[in-house]
């Protein structure tokens, strides 16, 4: 059961700030509460893109999406594996290419968290006292 504040959302294909917060919260204008909790202040480079803009933006970024971008070998500890970027001789090495790793980063932009709608009135209460007593 989980008791936090927060809980774990994904964004969808083409999701704004504005249109969780409408879901989520009833008011598309608490889209900021999205957005400060997730440490994102600059919307349009933070915030993933959809799928067709990231598209457009891959081609627009890179001559070849396709290239290597770097190379990676799998590091496990215990049940954990992380994924190093090591030079293209190390045994192991496999290839990344601009595309993968691009989509790995929007994939990252996409887990994002949500303070629990029973937080959010009090939440705005305080932000509001705090504006006003500066």
Do not use: C
């Not at 090591?86 to 990344?96: L, N």
């Amino acid at each position: 059961q989980n008791h936090g504040v927060f809980e774990k959302y994904d964004v969808k294909d083409g999701e704004t700030p504005e249109k969780i917060a409408f879901n989520k919260y009833g008011d598309s204008n608490l889209h900021w509460v999205v957005l400060y909790f997730n440490d994102i202040v600059d919307p349009f480079y933070e915030w993933p893109l959809s799928l067709r803009d990231f598209d457009k933006w891959i081609m627009d970024k890179y001559a070849n999406p396709n290239a290597v971008h770097h190379y990676e070998v799998a590091q496990s500890s215990g049940v954990t594996t992380k994924m190093l970027k090591v030079e293209s001789t190390v045994s192991g090495a496999t290839a990344v290419t601009n595309y993968e790793y691009e989509e790995s980063e929007q994939n990252k932009k996409k887990q994002i968290k949500l303070l629990k709608r029973e937080y959010v009135m009090e939440t705005v209460a305080e932000f509001n006292k705090a504006l006003r007593e500066n």
